[in-house]
């Protein structure tokens, strides 16, 4: 009878521990929409809007941040404005951002479109 209540105890207590897991793992906006925001797990979709004066610029940082070739990295340069990446980690997308902030582009990080 002990072991039989031990056990079932043992076995409540690791739900109760996973589910204050998952819920740790999520916030609550005001308007009642849940969104998982884990840390390690946050993307953004990277928004070029304006590419500015220094355009061969941003077509390297693009090639190098992105690993395109030369030819697709322009053509995202010529079809601003535009999304070129989509689904980034939060930490390459905010270098991505920085760079080209400073090659004078007008760069925006966006939630992704589920």
């Known amino acids: 009878m002990k072991k ?5 105890l043992a076995a409540c207590m ?3 521990l996973a589910s204050a897991t998952t819920v740790s793992a999520r916030t ?10 884990a840390q390690a797990d946050e993307t953004f979709d990277v928004y070029l809007k304006e590419v ?3 355009k061969v610029k941003v077509v390297k940082i693009l090639r ?9 990295a322009y053509e995202m340069v010529q079809e601003a404005p535009t999304v ?5 980690p939060a930490e390459k997308a ?3 951002e920085k760079e080209l902030k400073e090659a004078g582009a007008t760069v925006e990080l966006r ?3 589920k």
Request: charged residues 20%.
């Open 28 to 37: 609550v906006r005001a308007d009642n929409e849940a969104v998982t925001v």
């Open 64 to 72: 190098t941040h992105l690993e395109v070739d030369l030819k697709v």
């Open 94 to 96: 905010k270098a991505l």
């Open 14 to 16: 690791t739900a109760l």
């Open 52 to 54: 500015g004066v220094n």
């Open 84 to 88: 070129v990446g989509e689904n980034i």
């Open 111 to 113: 939630a992704p479109k």
């Open 4 to 8: 039989t209540v031990l056990f079932v």
